[in-house]
């Protein structure tokens, strides 16, 4: 039994030797396992990795695109959470600033701006839920306005004051006297201190002072002052203007300062405190020092600001009661769409602190960043919507609450189109890439494959060429050994069959010499130690010895030699030898491979370029697919035709050599079964260089 393998290959055999005979076949089935071999490392190590790697690098490109469109995301999603934390991070930082304070016993009414920048105002109600700081709830001034005729009696004391200021302090006497209500007897007290002061009697301006002293000191005038606060005031005026004692005067006006700024609480939406303070500071210009002056403004100024804000929230307070939060925890009241604060309820022990942010702040800061993050991040894009809509291409939404729960966050990409556009523009990229890389590696390998197989083929052919010439020599030298021995042994009688014996010993002996001299030439050419001599010379003589020569074969199998020479002919640059082994060559393969009893035509045709010289066989002629190998080194064609015949594939070779080393060139042309012209042309002119081997 013999294995499949066995099989296989005798069947492989069977079928080449029925071109090429057993031997051959053999050597043939040897060479093709070898292409099978290499094409096969080929395909394992170079295609299917190649195959492999561009189907990864074509998914690749489909899952790079799903990870960039999460990238994005992520970017979009960062950006965002980044906001919402940069917003927590400001109430934080808040936290614990304020609960630190609280923890000091310090009060957490004052000083905002450390507390934090967006701080506006801040309040702390005491357990019955009473505003106990720092400043009063707006209680409505009920004081009625005085009667027309107390008006009308005080503009005329008022406008006696400079003119006439005896008349005036008589006139503002009488009115203190006539006024029931107090509030307006101690405005006509002040009216007559004032016309004393402005007579010039200081000493009795102060002394009547004192009578302010005597209302309650509750007490405010029309306006909202506070009598007694204005008495002081007064007093300390006018003892400044007496300069009685300076240094003591100023002490007491900065006491009174300061009581105004930390031990009042003032009253929101009412102006009277901080106006008083700020005309006691404008008496001390001058006279305090300049440091205590700028620090007591600062705090009017804060304390004013904080006046102010809780003058526009007032009316958020209520809201408050409703969300007392957890001892010590921090609770915040979004901004609504009208309100101007964000508020953060902490409630400690039994008081409960409210701090108002400003919303409009809070917002400047927000925008500002999303357009640093505009810039920053080109592709995406980022705004704050109030009360809108998510847009349906958002990448990321997010709502700013608990402090700003209207606005939500929106991180888009710039431009979804841009952003498509360029997506489909990378994967064309990609994958035209990918796809060329795969196209010039499949043509490569296979270019490769090709050349393996020629060279593979070369190899062959030279395994060939031995083969042949030792098989073209053993048979001249058996012919001549056999004639040689027959003449030898007297076996050859007559003198005609001697001839005949003698004649195929020379003939033998020629295709002997003429095999040899192919075969040194060759060698020589192959060496690059070929040398011809070019030297102007006739290029007929030679052409008609090389006919002479082959003439017996030719006839011999019955063929008409046709000889076609110009009438004249210039002197050529080449070397006779060579030229002449060039037609030997030529019609000796016109003998082997023309047609038996055909015609072989010879021609040499000048032209203005040079003179064509051209053997006609009509024989067995070339496959159309051979045509350009014919002058290969070593090619025979695989037609049985050619192999029955002897040869080496070397004659055509050394022709090409040498019309090259001519400078001329060399042309086959031929037609199955019809004909097969060789026709090589020699330039007019030597080539430079002229006698090396192209
Ligand atoms: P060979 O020794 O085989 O004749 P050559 O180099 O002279 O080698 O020729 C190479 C091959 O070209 C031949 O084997 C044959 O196939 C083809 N060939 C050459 N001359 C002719 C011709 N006149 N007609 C047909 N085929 C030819």
């Known amino acids: ?59 690749s490109v489909r899952s790079e695109e799903l990870s960039l469109d999460a990238d994005l995301q992520d970017r979009a999603r960062a950006i965002s959470t980044g906001l919402h ?20 016993g310090e009060s957490p009414t004052d000083s905002l701006g450390e507390l934090s920048p967006y701080l506006r105002a801040s309040f702390r109600f005491d357990a019955s839920g009473a505003l106990a700081a720092p400043f009063d709830l707006p209680a409505p001034l009920q004081i009625p306005e005085p009667p027309a005729a107390w008006r009308d009696a005080a503009r005329s004391a008022r406008a006696l004051e400079r003119s006439d200021p005896a008349a005036a302090i008589d006139a503002w006497r009488a009115l203190a006297a006539a006024s029931a209500r107090p509030e307006l007897a101690a405005e006509a007290v002040l009216g007559e201190i004032r016309a004393l002061a402005a007579g010039g009697e200081l000493q009795a301006a102060e002394a009547r002072t004192t009578r302010l002293f005597e209302f309650p000191p509750d007490l405010r005038e029309r306006h909202g002052f506070r009598i007694y606060d204005v008495a002081v005031l007064k007093r300390i005026e006018l003892r400044l203007a007496r300069g009685a004692a300076p240094d003591a005067d100023r002490g007491a006006l900065e006491d009174f300062v300061d009581a ?45 600001a904080q006046l102010y804000w809780a003058e526009q929230v007032v009316s958020e307070l209520e809201l408050v009661f409703d969300r007392i939060p957890e001892e010590g925890q921090f609770r915040y009241l979004g901004a609504r769409a009208d309100s101007a604060g964000v508020w953060a309820l902490v409630r400690i022990g039994e008081e409960l602190f409210a701090f108002s942010f400003s919303v409009q702040q809070l917002r400047e800061e927000l925008d500002a960043t999303v357009e640093r993050r505009n810039t920053e991040a080109r592709e995406l894009f980022t705004q704050l919507l109030d009360d809108q809509p998510v847009p ?40 035209g890439v990918v796809l060329t890389a795969v196209f010039i590696t499949v043509v490569g390998v296979f270019w490769v494959a090709r050349m393996i197989a020629w060279e593979v083929e070369a190899a062959r052919q030279r395994a060939d060429f031995a083969a042949n010439v030792s098989h073209e020599l053993r048979s001249p030298i058996t012919q001549i050994r056999l004639k040689g021995e027959a003449l030898q042994l007297g076996l050859v009688e007559g003198e005609e069959d001697m001839a005949a014996h003698f004649d195929a010993i020379v003939h033998e002996a020629e295709r002997l010499s003429r095999l040899v001299d192919n075969v040194l030439d060759f060698a020589a050419i192959e060496r690059g130690a070929k040398r011809y001599h070019l030297r102007p010379d006739d290029l007929v003589p030679v052409v008609l010895t090389a006919i002479d020569a082959a003439r017996s074969t030719l006839s011999e199998r019955g063929m008409e030699i046709e000889v076609v020479l110009p009438e004249d002919l210039p002197p050529l640059w080449f070397d006779r030898e060579a030229i002449g082994q060039v037609m030997t060559n030529l019609l000796s393969n016109a003998a082997k491979y023309g047609a038996d009893g055909k015609r072989v035509r010879i021609a040499v045709e000048p032209h203005e370029e040079g003179v064509d010289l051209s053997v006609t066989d009509r024989g067995m002629g070339i496959d159309a697919e051979e045509l350009p190998r014919v002058f290969d080194d070593f090619f025979r064609s695989q037609d049985p035709e050619v192999r029955r015949r002897k040869g080496t594939g070397i004659g055509l070779a050394i022709v090409r050599y040498i019309v090259e080393a001519h400078g001329g060139t060399i042309h086959v042309d031929s037609v199955p079964n019809d004909h097969t012209t060789f026709t090589l042309t020699l330039p007019l002119q030597p080539p430079d260089g002229a006698g090396e081997p192209a």
Do not use: C
């Open 85 to 104: 934390r940069d917003l927590q991070d400001v109430f934080t930082r808040f936290e614990a600033k304020a609960l630190e304070r609280l923890r000091r």
């Open 392 to 431: 349906d291409d958002a990448l990321a939404a997010r709502s700013l609450g608990p402090w700003l729960p209207s606005v939500t966050l929106v991180v888009q990409p710039f431009d979804a189109d841009a952003l498509q556009l360029s997506k489909n523009r990378r994967r064309t990229v990609r994958a």
């Open 1 to 59: 039994m013999s294995s499949p393998r066995e099989t296989l290959r005798r069947l492989a055999v069977a079928a080449l030797a029925r071109h090429r005979g057993e031997v051959r076949a053999l050597q043939d089935l040897r060479h093709l396992t070898e292409v099978f071999r290499l094409a096969a490392v080929f395909a394992v190590l170079m295609l299917l990795p190649t195959m492999f790697l561009a189907w990864q690098a074509l998914s």
């Open 260 to 304: 105004l700024l930390t031990n009042r609480r003032w009253t929101i939406g009412h102006e009277a405190d901080p106006a008083l303070v700020r005309e006691a500071l404008r008496m001390l210009q001058g006279r305090s020092d300049p440091g205590w002056l700028s620090s007591a403004r600062g705090q009017l100024n804060e304390r004013y």
